[in-house]
Structures are given as structure tokens and as C-alpha cells.
T-cell receptor
Framework: EAQVTQNPRYLITVTGKKLTVTCSQN?????MSWYRQDPGLGLRQIYY???????DKGDVPEGYKVSRKEKRNFPLILESPSPNQTSLYFC?????????????????FGEGSRLTVL | SQKIEQNSEALNIQEGKTATLTCNYT??????LQWYRQDPGRGPVFLLL?????KEKRKERLKVTFDTTLKQSLFHITASQPADSATYLC????????????FGQGTTLQVKP
């Protein structure tokens, strides 16, 4: 089954304790992206990756890191989490050629990771 | 700056009626526009894409229009059902950077039986 898998789905942590949210897709997609969703602010892009070893900032990258060492994985790293990073996080993937206009550009989203930083 | 606006107020309609949701954008010339559905606590699910050279796109009970002069897309659900109740998001690529897909805040639709 084609899917984007995020872990953990729920996490409560404390300020300053490094954490990683993993994201894996099994569709051989070149493009992967992280979003956060907050009430009243909608989905905001944190980082995205066009392909292995290629990453770029989205609109709200501060406080986050990413890496893309393998095509299927795109972990989101919070080196020193703060309460303002409490949010619902989504990973998404797509074929880049489709995003560029060759197809529907459909983004496949994971189920989300709800993070609370105390 | 580039902005996408969707009606933040929930839309409440009766079952069987047509729901119409609006997506307005400014300072964009998007090559395409997408619509997604999101259920509470779940990830968005892709519904439709419409390109700048298309006026209208249909898929079953869904219809999307794209007016590049008005900078607006309308999303219609005909013969609405309670199962259509969800939040609907529109999304556009940032000008000059297709890696950045920007989402509107979404409009929540409630279909009452």
C-alpha cells in the first residue's frame, strides 16, 4: 500500500530535549516536505527536499533541521524544542515532475505527528 | 506578498444542496491550483488539480473553476452528503518555485442531514 509513515504520532516532551520525527515513503517520490499546522494559521511549510541530498527552507524553518540521505526518508529534527513548536506536523511526498506541472502534483500526506513541548 | 484566502467561517448547508467554497489569491500567477480535503486529526487528501489554461474541471460530484482574471477558484460539491463534512484546502505553487506549495487556511464544511 502506497503510504507516508510518520513516527511518533504523539509526543510530549520538555524544552531543550532534542527529538526527531521520522518520515518514510514507499512510492519512490523525489520530493518530500514538512508542514506544521496550527489553528488559525493553516499549513505552513518548514523544509522541503527535491531529491537526495537536496533540501531547502520553507516559510518557517527556524528551530528545525532536516536531512535527506536516502530517497525514502526525510526526518525532521528539533535540536532544542521550545513551547512555540507545539503543533501538528505533517510530512508529504510527491513525484517532483508532477509538482512541476507534468501531472496532478498530488501531495501524499502522512497521518500527522502531534507534538507538545512543555 | 503572496497570499491565499479562504473563508475562515464554517459553511453549513443542508444535505442535497450544492456547497460552494472560495479560494482567492493575490500577487500570484500560479500555473495550477489544487484542492485537498482534510478530516479532523488526519492528513490532507488530494482531490483535484486545475491548470491556468483550464476554466473548469469535474470529478464525480466535484467541480472546480479557475478564473485567473479574478484570481479566484471556486470549489463546488453537488448533491452534498453528511460524509462530505470536512475542511477543504486550496493550494498553489509559489511563483518561480514549484517546490513550495502554499496552502490556504481551509474552509470547514458541515452538511446537515
Amino acid at each position: 500500500e502506497a503510504q507516508v509513515t510518520q513516527n511518533p504520532r504523539y509526543l510530549i516532551t520538555v524544552t531543550g530535549k532534542k527529538l526527531t520525527v521520522t518520515c518514510s515513503q514507499n512510492m519512490n517520490h523525489e520530493y518530500m516536505s514538512w508542514y506544521r499546522q496550527d489553528p488559525g494559521l493553516g499549513l505552513r511549510q518548514i523544509y522541503y527536499s527535491m531529491n537526495v541530498e537536496v533540501t531547502d527552507k520553507g516559510d518557517v524553518p527556524e528551530g528545525y533541521k532536516v536531512s535527506r540521505k536516502e530517497k525514502r526518508n526525510f526526518p525532521l529534527i528539533l535540536e532544542s524544542p521550545s513551547p512555540n513548536q507545539t503543533s501538528l506536523y505533517f510530512c508529504a511526498s510527491s513525484f517532483y515532475g508532477e509538482l512541476a506541472g507534468a501531472g496532478t502534483g498530488e501531495l501524499f500526506f502522512g497521518e500527522g505527528s502531534r507534538l507538545t513541548v512543555l | 506578498s503572496q497570499k491565499i484566502e479562504q473563508n475562515s467561517e464554517a459553511l453549513n448547508i443542508q444535505e442535497g444542496k450544492t456547497a460552494t467554497l472560495t479560494c482567492n489569491y493575490t500577487n500570484y500567477s500560479p500555473a495550477y491550483l489544487q484542492w485537498y480535503r482534510q478530516d479532523p486529526g488526519r492528513g490532507p487528501v488530494f482531490l483535484l488539480l486545475i491548470r491556468e489554461n483550464e476554466k473548469e474541471k469535474r470529478k464525480e460530484r466535484l467541480k472546480v473553476t479557475f478564473d485567473t482574471t479574478l484570481k479566484q477558484s471556486l470549489f463546488h460539491i453537488t448533491a452534498s452528503q453528511p460524509a462530505d463534512s470536512a475542511t477543504y484546502l486550496c493550494a498553489l505553487p509559489r511563483r518561480g518555485n514549484t517546490g513550495k506549495l502554499i496552502f490556504g487556511q481551509g474552509t470547514t464544511l458541515q452538511v446537515k442531514p
